[in-house]
C-alpha cells in the first residue's frame, strides 16, 4: 500500500533484505483476511473522499468496532447466565 502509515500493512519489496513489519516472524500468524479487509475498506473510503482517512485511521475504527462488539457479545452473555 502506497502512503499508508499503518506499518503492519506494508509487506517487503522483492529482493529487499530488510522485512517489513508485514512480514516480520511475529506477524507471520496473522490472517491474509484481515490485510484484506483493510485494503478493501481503504478502497472504498479512497473513493468517496480521496486522501483523507489512512489505514491507521481504519485499522482503529476497525478496533474500536471488535472491541464494542465482543464486550456486547460478553455482556449478553453474562446476561444469559444470570438470568439462567
Known sequence: ???CDASILIA???GSKELAEKDA???????V??????????????KKCPSVVSCAD????AARDFVHLVSYLFFVSI???MIS
Not at 516472524?25 to 490472517?31: A, E, S, T, Y
Open 79 to 81: 446476561s444469559y447466565i
Open 25 to 31: 516472524v511475529d506477524n507471520k500468524d496473522l490472517r
Open 58 to 61: 481504519i485499522l482503529a475504527i
Open 1 to 3: 500500500m502506497q502512503g
Open 33 to 46: 483476511e484481515g490485510f484484506e479487509t483493510i485494503r478493501k475498506a481503504k478502497e472504498v473510503v479512497e
Open 12 to 14: 517487503s519489496k522483492l
